[in-house]
């Protein structure tokens, strides 16, 4: 079974430019959540989306945006790029949202912002 | 959301047991003990989860404290491929969202 991938794997933009991450979860995961993991800050929640709907979103700025699709593939929108948001960006898919539901990552996209 | 603490870094060596501490004194009764791990460059992997008793799935034991005010991941071999930082992580609350903190650097002797 084909585990969550993410596209791309690196990415490098300029300050000011917007950027679109791509996540496809494991066949049948109808959740996907959003994560940024940074040096200083750690791993931190975005968003998550269950059956194209937003359930919950981190505390992160109104230029992070992301939406899930119906085959529940999702996508993050990044834009007016910041130095900041140079990130791992980790995508985790799940069967539910239940409190007993695990979560599994993908790989990550690196962005570099230059 | 509740918290959890760790210690910053443990070390083992390897073929010994390990034994990865968690306190979480704040824990609600719907809470549940989510343990991930990440290895260097690769993402989150998760490792195992409970709820009060005690747990035991092919990568590892969880053991729950009866006021489940703390937990201990346990690794019965540690190789040096368990090198990772582990997550401890309360699941519950209001949104069931994963909220990592700092979590512990396994370093494994060879």
């Known amino acids: 079974k084909a585990g969550v991938t993410q596209t791309p794997r690196y990415l490098i933009k300029t300050r000011g430019q917007q950027v679109t991450l791509s996540c496809s979860p494991i066949s049948g995961h109808r959740s996907v959540s959003w994560y940024q993991q940074t040096p200083g800050q750690g791993l931190q929640f975005l968003f998550e989306y269950f059956s194209e709907t937003q359930r919950n979103k981190g505390n992160f700025p109104g230029r992070f945006s992301g939406r899930q699709f119906s085959n529940s593939r999702s996508e993050m929108n990044v834009s007016t790029l910041e130095l900041g948001d140079s990130a791992l960006y980790l995508c985790?898919?799940?069967?539910?949202?239940?409190?007993?539901?695990?979560?599994?990552f993908g790989q990550g996209t690196r962005l570099t912002v230059v | 959301d509740a918290k959890t603490t760790q210690p910053n870094s443990m070390e083992s060596n390897e073929e010994e047991p390990v034994h990865l501490p968690c306190n979480h004194s704040t824990i609600s009764g719907t809470d549940y003990i989510h343990w991930y791990r990440q290895l260097p460059s690769q993402g989150p992997e998760y490792v195992i989860h409970g709820l009060t008793s005690n747990v035991n799935n092919r990568m590892a034991s969880l053991a729950i404290a009866e006021d489940r005010k703390s937990s201990t991941l346990i690794l019965h071999r540690a190789t040096l491929r368990d090198a990772a930082v582990y997550y401890c992580i309360l699941r519950g609350g209001s949104n069931y969202k994963l909220t990592f903190g700092k979590g512990t650097l396994l370093t494994v002797n060879p």
């Open positions: 985790a898919s799940s069967l539910g949202v239940l409190r007993d539901t695990e979560a599994f």
